[in-house]
């Protein structure tokens, strides 16, 4: 996400390099590179020539200290801009109420049922929520079987009503169900349209009316750039929602849509949908993304994807074994695991400081680790666990087990040889995250 915009924005604080201290006259260029750079990400032109005229009076009424030079002022005041456009800090979810219900609107393929799901889980797990999801679409029975799948996947129940066509009385016998079963909190889908019509605007204002939601959440295709922005502002004079949802925004690499969103309606991005999975959704931090957009990373984020699979008694035994050099390739392959759970290789490993740009333009999937983990399978467990006994018709057995040549597990071996020892330097304080992501990512890239 925000690739083109990262780049532009890169190119245009170089040219405050050399540059001994900021000027009238060295920051017009540069403020009217960043302008067409928010423009080519789609934000708004209103909004883009705000931004700068802010960042300009801020960066002319600051002193440069001698040891922070003109280019990383720059940088820290757009920074702190982007965040402050993008709504300054994580908006909060009122959970009150029990149930405490849930209103999702939006047009048809913004991703609506999907998040339902996405938010039904996350609530569960993080909140310790007991949710129940309404199939409110009365209009396409493909909505509401692709809920009941979602509700599978998630482990969480949905409530239906076969041939009841008013959505209103489906969402009021859904909340009265969810008090019945102790179930606190209601999310409740309803009906998208391929465009906005009175229709539409008219059931849904019906169904926040009659069940008051104490959350009204609008879920948007980033995708769509000015389009979703315009669609929020349409929606928001209608329904006046608490907030925003932004799904699909790991495809979206211009990003005007976060961007914009929040100074057109005047109400926060709560969360992200970063891809396909149930486990793709993301808390919208704009702090956060703001140092994603200037190639800072987010190692918060990262850490706290981390802490989900991680629980103290496991972290510690593998502790131990990275102190004694004991970690072996089933623990290496139980780390792969977990990793996939906490998302795509790719954009994680873009969430370390300078890895992003590195990682541009490779082509890495969620079957990244299909071939390294075909290798490991095929070693018998004492290769597993101690992998200097692996000669050389050991590995041409290894190779034809998992479908690969021999020199792809030399290359494995190898490399996963100086990742434990990469690791143990990490572990006596001697190395860094980003070495051993690098060090990953070169194994992942040579399957």
Do not use: C
Not at 120 to 148: S, T
Not at 263 to 284: H, L, Q, R, S, Y
């Amino acid at each position: 996400m925000f690739e083109s915009l990262s780049d532009r924005l890169e190119q245009s604080f170089k040219m405050l390099k050399g540059q001994g201290r900021i000027s009238e006259v060295n920051i017009a260029e540069t403020l009217k590179d960043v302008r067409r750079a928010l423009l080519d990400a789609d934000v708004n032109y209103k909004i883009a020539k705000n931004f700068t005229d802010t960042v300009k009076e801020k960066a002319l009424g600051q002193k440069v200290v001698e040891s922070v030079k003109p280019g990383q002022l720059m940088v820290k005041i757009v920074h702190d801009e982007l965040a402050s456009l993008m709504g300054g800090t994580a908006a909060e979810m009122n959970l009150q109420g029990n149930p405490t219900v849930i209103l999702l609107a939006g047009l048809q393929g913004s991703g609506k049922t999907t998040f339902a799901g996405k938010l039904a889980q996350f609530l569960k797990k993080k909140h310790n929520k007991k949710p129940l999801m309404v199939a409110g679409d009365v209009y396409r029975p493909a909505a509401i079987d692709q809920l009941k799948v979602v509700g599978e996947q998630t482990g969480v129940p949905v409530y239906t009503e076969d041939g009841q066509k008013d959505p209103v009385k489906i969402a009021k016998s859904g909340i009265k169900q969810a008090k019945k079963d102790g179930q606190d909190l209601v999310i409740i889908d309803t009906a998208g349209r391929l465009a906005i019509d009175e229709q539409m605007m008219n059931e849904v204002a019906g169904i926040k009316k009659a069940v008051e939601p104490h959350e009204t959440l609008f879920i948007v295709d980033a995708m769509t750039g000015q389009d979703a922005v315009n669609t929020a502002k349409e929606f928001n004079e209608r329904l006046d929602y608490e907030g925003v949802i932004l799904t699909k925004l790991d495809g979206d690499t211009r990003g005007g849509a976060a961007l914009s969103i929040r100074a057109v309606v005047d109400k926060p991005i709560k969360f992200i949908g970063t891809g396909e999975k149930m486990e793709n959704i993301d808390v919208f931090h704009p702090d956060r993304m703001a140092d994603r957009i200037l190639g800072m990373g987010d190692i918060v984020s990262l850490v706290e994807k981390a802490q989900e699979q991680y629980d103290d008694k496991e972290a510690r035994k593998l502790s131990k074994k990275i102190a004694t050099n004991e970690f072996d390739f089933d623990d290496f392959l139980s780390q792969i695991q977990q990793i996939k759970k906490m998302g795509n290789f790719k954009d994680l490993a873009s969430m370390i400081p300078g890895m992003g740009k590195a990682l541009r333009n490779m082509d890495m999937d969620d079957d990244a680790f299909k071939g390294i983990e075909a290798i490991i399978r095929s070693m018998t467990p004492e290769e597993r666990k101690n992998p200097k006994v692996m000669n050389g018709s050991r590995r041409k057995r290894i190779a034809e087990g998992s479908g690969n040549n021999v020199q792809e597990v030399n290359k494995l071996i190898k490399q996963f040889s100086e990742t434990r020892k990469m690791m143990k330097k990490m572990k006596d304080g001697k190395g860094g995250m980003k070495n051993m992501m690098q060090n990953m990512q070169q194994m992942n890239g040579n399957m």
